[in-house]
């Protein structure tokens, strides 16, 4: 059996403790399951940009085209502005991969206490358009340093992007509940949004046997809060997306346990799982880090690579293990280690 290959960035702060859990992880889990995956692990972080004036090098993009995916552990450190390490590292690896697709599923996990009340029966996937919309390249500044400075940023919706994001979130759709909700701003925004609107609705015929509507983005953060049971799969743009993943994750009760999946789902590419938390460097390296968002990851990633009965294995194990306090790291109300955790996590699967 030829093994997978896997291109592992850790990254900065408590990235390189999260991702050794995954990885510790992914080895018993594919013991049990006669899976082979090849690591190659690579320093890519802020540390190398204030060596090295960049967060990897000219060839970082040619180097990762050939794995067969991506583990990101967490980018950020401090005096490395968010924008040069984002756009230096992470953006780039979306974009050049075609990774269109953001997955996050959500999920209120037993023993894990949501800080909404009646929250316990939570299941839902945020599905955000990932390489266009709000986070363009396409704009700039203009007389810097005087009074009349201005700052252009325009947004880019294409009938290609938005149709590609909506049939992937209408097809994950109708192999869970069968339902989906669009977020948007037609009311508001006058030419990108009713054009997503127009662009959804096409798609939508395609798909009957979904049922869906739409909301303006502000009514829907409020039902997050308010109704976040009622949800299936929710559809966004990359700036409403990014925004409405976050307060999913804060409803499940920790930003620490939530996984992503830069997706290329032609599979020309290789795709990229990351936790949503970042580096966290008033963490790092006192061994409190929460391991469960990258370990999420890393199913999501052994599900991708074809392999989900290993995948069902781990989420089983992150269950058992989230039950328990004396299994749970503090930001979960509990007493365990970023060690201890993932010591917990290997045992079930073993």
């Known amino acids: 059996m030829t093994p997978q290959t896997i291109a592992v ?3 900065d702060g408590i990235g390189h403790e999260v991702i050794d859990a995954a990885r510790t992880v992914l ?13 190659t692990e690579f320093d890519w972080s802020c540390r190398r940009f204030e060596r090295e004036g960049a967060m990897m ?39 050049a991969f075609r990774q269109y697709v953001n997955l996050r599923p959500i999920r209120v ?5 949501s800080p909404l009340r009646g929250a316990e029966n939570v299941d839902f996937v945020v599905v955000r358009e990932n390489v266009e919309g709000e986070y363009s390249e396409v704009g700039g500044r203009v007389n810097r340093g005087f009074p009349d400075e201005m700052a252009v940023q325009e947004s880019i919706f294409t009938r290609v992007g938005v149709s590609r994001i909506a049939d992937f979130a209408f097809e994950l759709a109708a192999s869970r509940r069968g339902y989906l909700t669009s977020a948007t701003k037609s009311n508001g925004i006058v030419h990108t949004l009713p054009f997503w609107d127009e662009v959804v609705a096409e798609r939508a015929a395609r ?18 809060v308010l109704q976040p049971e009622r949800f299936d799969v929710v559809v966004g743009s990359n700036l409403f997306g990014d925004i409405l993943s976050d307060l999913a994750a804060a409803v499940a009760g920790s930003i620490g346990i939530a996984p992503s999946a830069n997706l290329d789902p032609t ?3 290789p795709s990229m799982f990351e936790p949503v938390h ?13 391991p469960v968002g990258a370990v999420w990851s890393a199913a999501l990633m052994l599900g991708h690579l074809g392999h989900p009965e290993a995948a069902a294995d781990v989420l089983a194990a992150m269950e058992a293990t989230l039950a328990k306090p004396e299994t749970r790291t503090a930001d ?18 073993r």
């Open 57 to 95: 090098p000219p060839d970082g993009i040619d180097t990762l085209r050939g794995f067969d995916a991506i583990l990101l552990g967490a980018v950020g450190w401090p005096g490395v502005p968010d924008h040069v390490s984002l756009w230096g590292l992470l953006i780039p690896i979306r974009r």
């Open 207 to 224: 798909h009957p046997d979904v049922r869906w509507d739409s909301e303006h983005i502000d009514a829907l953060a409020a039902k997050f």
């Open 27 to 39: 080895d018993a889990v594919c013991a049990q399951h006669d899976i082979e995956l090849s690591y």
């Open 332 to 349: 979960l109300g509990g007493t365990a280690s970023t060690s201890e955790v993932t010591e917990a996590l290997v045992a079930r699967l």
């Open 267 to 269: 599979r020309e590419f």
């Open 278 to 290: 970042g580096s966290a460097p008033d963490i790092a390296g006192t061994g409190v880090a929460n």
């Open 109 to 113: 996990f037993d023993g894990v206490q």
């Open 9 to 11: 960035i850790p990254g």
